[in-house]
């Protein structure tokens, strides 16, 4: 009985060797699921869909070089492709640009910009030096300092025409405050918010404190600025501090 026991069982495995090989011949499977199949403790359809898989996940690694984990949760449907994508461009994007500032670039550039103030005022000139909290400006009289908190927004002083002509005025707003100082009493617009706006292209309808209304397509964002294209052309820059709101224009 020992005997027979025996043969059968080295039958059996020949028979399941065989079918593992003709299987693997026929449709690709690794050796082990191909041997699972014959041993009639997976079906082929499950191990075909558990190869599909892993060239699924071997195929974002490569693509995207995503660590295995996460290139799995993927694969699985537990997380956005889109999602991942989109949140590795948004870093790499404010790495870049997360201290760009339109003082310091029209600085460097010794460009003449309009400056929209606290208070309803306006001023024209040069921005002559930045620091941390303010900046030094050289309008019509002598140089003033400025702290940044009293600029709601700033445009190429060539432009002036075109950006006052979109500027539209709520009257329901137009009562002049002083600054948010505290950043959590401020209207609250993340960066993540910011960027899917931008990678859309939509145009938007940004409300400012005191009631100046533009609207426009974002051009860039900063930590502190957004650069708001306008449709006639300009590019004005927001400080994100003096937005009272953000809308998708209808």
């Not at 799995?72 to 949140?87: C, N, Y």
């Not at 409300?207 to 930590?223: N, Q, R, V």
């Not at 009272?244 to 224009?249: D, G």
Request: proline share 2%; hydrophobic share 40%; charged share 30%.
């Amino acid at each position: 009985m020992g005997y027979r026991k025996a043969g059968e069982d080295k039958s059996a495995r020949s028979r399941h060797r065989e079918k593992a090989e003709e299987l693997i011949e026929r449709t690709g499977l690794p050796r082990n699921l191909a041997f699972q199949v014959a041993m009639g403790s997976l079906t082929l359809s499950d191990a075909l869909n558990k190869l599909a898989f892993r060239d699924e996940v071997e195929k974002l690694i490569r693509r995207h070089d995503f660590q295995r984990s996460l290139a799995t949760q993927i694969a699985m449907g537990q997380v956005s492709l889109e999602d991942v994508l989109r949140k590795s461009r948004r870093q790499v994007y404010f790495r870049e640009n997360s201290q760009r500032s339109v003082l310091t670039d029209s600085m460097g550039e010794n460009l003449r910009i309009n400056l929209m103030l606290h208070g309803q005022k306006r001023l024209q000139g040069r921005v002559q030096e930045v620091g941390a909290y303010d900046f030094c400006f050289q309008g019509k009289g002598e140089p003033v300092t400025i702290h940044k908190l009293q600029v709601k927004a700033a445009w190429d002083g060539r432009r002036n025409a075109a950006v006052l002509s979109s500027v539209k005025k709520n009257k329901s707003r137009a009562e002049a405050c002083e600054p948010i100082v505290k950043p959590q009493d401020r209207y609250h617009c993340s960066n993540r918010r910011l960027f899917l706006h931008m990678e859309a292209g939509e145009r938007l309808n940004i409300h400012l404190l005191e009631g100046a209304s533009l609207t426009g397509t974002i051009a860039w964002i900063s930590k502190w600025e957004l650069g708001l294209t306008l449709k006639k052309g300009p590019v004005v820059v927001i400080f994100r501090h003096a937005i009272a709101e953000l809308e998708v224009h209808q």
